[in-house]
């Protein structure tokens, strides 16, 4: 069993910050890319930002420069920092890991629950 849990959504005023984290916990062998996704009602889920285990990231156009992706591997937990958010960011976020499991040595990919991020204009 593997699980993401994430915190630090709310509600914000244009030009704040908010701070995302996601800790995996289960029976992990390792885990690869980690990354944010985002879904607003009626749209596709799109990608935020990627980290590779490695510490490559990327991330979409409308929020480079203002969002920074990172992860702590001791604590199996990746972050999203949120600067000048906009109106438009307002959606659910969801973390999302690829997993190799202990008990098959395969490798899965698996969401959080979702937390929602509210910019106010």
């Known amino acids: 069993q593997v699980q993401l849990v994430e915190s630090g959504g709310g509600l914000v005023q244009a030009g704040g910050s908010l701070r995302l984290s996601c800790a995996a916990s289960?029976?992990?062998?390792?885990?690869?890319?980690m990354g944010w996704y985002r879904q607003i009602p009626g749209k596709q889920r799109e990608l935020v930002a990627a980290i590779t285990s490695r510490g490559s990231t990327n991330y979409a156009d409308s929020v480079k420069g203002r969002f920074t992706v990172s992860r702590d591997n001791a604590k199996n937990t990746v972050y999203l920092q949120m600067n000048s958010l906009k109106p438009e960011d307002t959606a659910v976020y969801y973390c999302n890991a690829n997993i190799v499991v202990v008990t098959t040595m395969h490798e899965y990919k698996y969401w959080g629950q979702g937390t929602q991020v509210t910019v106010s204009s």
């Open positions: 289960g029976s992990i062998f390792s885990i690869n890319a």
